[in-house]
């Protein structure tokens, strides 16, 4: 099968990345605050085509893993220590990261800019903070990009790699059922298969594997689902005393379940957090909700479909309902 390439990206900028690439001695790959599975997919397959060059390299996570992606092969190599920025690089590429601040390093990268040290970003959220921006804001994951990306720089794409950027593509589809997912995705995801990505271990890994405890977890969510019939949003809290008495934080894919709801037009799930802040996760479902835009003026970040922000406060229950103080 070969899928013909429709992503809206410069052929020219990739080329300049290429070469960037190639001069470099060593490559800082950063990917976004609350890694999801595109931003980790793309990281994955990125650190698979650098060794396969013969690159040296570091990956970075502002935070921990969701345990759900560790499967994928070279997750263990993506580390959340922020020392890595005392090392010394000559370029860093940025993927599935809407903007500087939605690294959670933006201070650690803006002196990597300052020191000379350029960027390249690699993204499918409208952004133009590298040296480099290769972007194409209606693709439906980042992984779709890098993928022709990846073809462009003639690289071999193993299993491994396949089965990486199939994660970001379901991950940012739902599982091929929201609007993100067009032809495109459907006829590289197709493409994939047959280079070996296994489908059925990225499904179970997103849908099947929660413990009795992470359950337990996911029943305080949905004893306090809530849905404001004015505005159609469904939404629900956890609390910190909660993740505490569960012991653990197998949040990863609430607001994108509680977008089952029927006739509701986003879905929202409120969480508390540590240092007294509380972070925010959006789904839409009407495609005429734009969530990044909202998430923007939180100091968030995301896509259209898929967003959301920290502020500072904690929940505090106000009759049927939740407030933030």
Known sequence: MNFELKTKINGQLVKEADKLIKDAQKILLVGHKNPDGDTIGCLTAM??????????????????????????????????????????????ICLDTADLKYSGVENELNRLKARGVKIVNIDHHPSNYGAINIVDDQASSTSVILYDILRIWQAVINKDMATSLLAGILVDTMNFMNSATNDKSLGLSAELLQRGAKFNIISRQLYQTKTQDGLKLWSRLLKRLKKN???????????????????????????????????????????????????????????QVDVAEMARHFGGGGHKKAAGFTIKGRLEQEGEGWRIV
């Open 47 to 92: 650190v698979a085509y650098l060794k396969s060059i013969n690159k040296s390299y570091a990956a970075f996570s502002a935070n921990e893993l969701p345990v759900n992606l560790e499967y994928l092969k070279h997750s263990q190599e993506i580390g959340s220590d922020k020392n890595i920025f005392n090392h010394s690089f000559d370029l860093v």
């Open 229 to 287: 019939d004015t505005l159609n949003i469904a939404y629900s809290v956890i609390l910190a005393e909660d993740i505490g008495e569960a012991g653990t934080e197998e949040t990863e894919g609430m607001s994108n379940f509680l977008s089952n709801l029927a006739e509701a037009r986003l879905s929202m799930v409120i969480k508390e957090i540590k240092d007294g802040e509380i972070r925010v996760s959006m789904r839409a479902i009407d495609e």
